[in-house]
């Protein structure tokens, strides 16, 4: 079965701390792996999508890392705009789109 | 572009009643899917849709039916609803079903069942 595992489930940095959030995963012939930014009331984000292992992507303060069995989004210096849950997804060979439950990011000024 | 559009935003049903979720979307997506979000859930894959004509089901569609006449709407239907259906619901799409198009969702549907 496909599986998605996000940890931690939340996690508090002051502004300015660096730090990683992890997505382990097992999706079969794993097509894309996503990551998304939700606030509170509002539809997921678009951030990153990587492909194949050793692949990385930045965007601002933000990077994502893949390898064959995890995934990280480094955040690096955060500030408090940063504060949302991170969402980390894969699609399986099959079209479908397995979502993890989520990092709950809090970032203190 | 208006981008994914969903209505209504917030809707309260008593068990059994039955009702559509709109979505819409004017980018000329082909690929287009219904989550349901819930508490310590996370987003799960209710149907799905590569394109006009064709659908399949996710992770939890039962009790759910959808349909893709057009290219631009993906209409939810709730057949018979239930408490265990009260969730936030979220409508997205994208270029086409491969890997490397971003979705787009839409507000969220807050639907609550008495």
């Known amino acids: 079965e496909d599986q998605v595992t996000q940890s931690p489930e939340a996690l508090r940095l002051q502004e300015g701390e660096s730090s990683s959030l992890n997505c382990s995963y097992t999706?079969?012939?794993?097509?894309?792996l996503f990551w998304y930014r939700q606030d509170p009331g509002k539809g997921p984000e678009f951030l990153f999508t990587?492909?194949?292992a050793g692949e990385e992507k930045e965007k601002e303060r933000l990077k994502a890392t893949l390898t064959k069995k995890e995934s990280f989004l480094h955040i690096t210096a955060p500030k408090p705009e940063d504060s949302a849950t991170y969402l980390c997804?894969?699609?399986?060979?099959?079209?479908?789109?397995?979502f993890g439950k989520g990092t709950r990011l809090h970032i203190l000024p | 572009n208006a981008g994914v559009t969903q209505t209504p935003k917030f809707q309260v049903l008593k068990t059994g009643q039955s009702m559509t979720l709109q979505c819409a979307q004017d980018?000329?997506?082909?690929?287009m899917s219904w989550y349901r979000q819930d508490p310590g859930m996370g987003l799960r894959l209710i149907h799905y849709s590569v394109g006009a004509g064709i659908t399949d089901q996710g992770e939890v569609p039962n009790g759910y039916n959808v349909s893709r006449s057009t290219t631009e709407d993906f209409p939810l239907r709730l057949l018979s609803a239930a408490p265990s259906q009260t969730s936030v619901y979220f409508c997205?799409?994208?270029?086409?079903?491969?890997?490397?198009?971003?979705?787009?969702f839409g507000p969220g549907t807050r639907l609550t069942v008495l």
């Open positions: 997205a799409s994208s270029f086409d079903g491969c890997s490397y198009n971003e979705q787009f």
């Open positions: 997804a894969g699609m399986n060979r099959d079209d479908k789109i397995i």
């Open positions: 999706v079969s012939g794993l097509r894309g």
């Open positions: 990587l492909y194949s």
């Open positions: 980018m000329n997506h082909e690929y």
